[in-house]
């Protein structure tokens, strides 16, 4: 290949084959339709797709669902230590140093076999529920709620931040979002974890690098902004001068665009109607109405529609869960795409390390130390 091909930001690269997901003619995980399974699926059966490949009978299903019940306990040590992170410490920071912590008590840690990394992934999916919950209430010094396997995967989930089991149609709703924010092909933090996979690091190491390169605000720190974007404007009427003055100053709005769907995420589009009925629900269309007028404003202003992290944090807003954990839940979904892009870039590897366009000075005589003191 010329090495003179440079793209910035790898923008339009294929930087790789992947049979987990694909973007063209609709989102689809291992074949199935995201609209499908956001209707008829829930979270554990297409994180369990997502790992092995199919989705799973009821039996299989069963298993899978008492090994997240099983992992839904942390070495108290690690509880404890989420206690003493300073409070100004974000929840998606305390949550990348908690998964690093989680990966000291896993004896098979450097077993790199496939159905290693599906068991330590599986693992992680009922442990990170426990390691978001528990630094979050922590921080807040409230008692800590044990995880009740009699509810879904998602119910528990909101149970453990919130302390309080939540009505069928929030459950419904966070539920097809961790549906929709498990995978995503070629982003980010996806590529970072395949690039870490690459040079034969352990599937840990490669979760916690993808943590860290979501937390940016170009990517899954988005959501938390959004809702700052809500707030700020605060009410329809003023939706249009907002948007009119953060683009004259150039300012990105959060939840807006996207480096591949340029004509519209249709997850957006599943998630917009989450929002409603929970708003209705709620009775309290406020933010339903500033939403719906900043969307129509960017797409007339600038072409832009909204992205996956635009309705999200309405519809964290309405579960009653604080802004800081937005980003925290985006990742006990995603662990499941991370992993099964780990366990597909491990089973047929090729050390990712691509070149460099030099831009710097040419090349130049050495001076010594005294004569460049001179
Ligand atoms: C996601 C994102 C990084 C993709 O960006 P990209 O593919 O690199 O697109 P570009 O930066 O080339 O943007 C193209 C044009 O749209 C503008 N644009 C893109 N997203 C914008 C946004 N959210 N608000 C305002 N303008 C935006 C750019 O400024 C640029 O305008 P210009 O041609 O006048 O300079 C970008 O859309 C963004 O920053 N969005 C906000 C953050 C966000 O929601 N992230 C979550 C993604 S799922």
Redesign the pocket.
Known sequence: MSTEAYHP?L?GVIAGETAISSITGGLSYRGYSITDLAVQSTFPEVAYLLLHGELPNEEELADFKTILDESATIDPSIIQFLGQIPLHVSSMDALRTGVSAVAHFDPQLDDDRPAAKIAQATRLLGQIPILIAARHRLRRGLPLIPHDPELSFAGSLLRLITGETPSPLAEKAFDVSLILYAEHEFNASTFTARVITSTQSDLYSSIVGAIGALKG???GG?NERVLEVLQEVDDPSRADDWVREA?SK??????????VYKDG?PRATILRNYCQMLAAEREDNRLERIADTIESF?KSE?G?PP???WPSARLYHYLDLEVDLFTPLFVASRVAGWAAHVIEQGANNRLIRPRSRYIGPPSRPYLRLDERSN
Do not use: S
């Open positions: 930001g923008e605000a170009l990517h988005a683009l150039k300012r990105r709005i959060m939840g807006f665009g996207h480096r995420d960017v600038k832009l992205n996956l992290d």
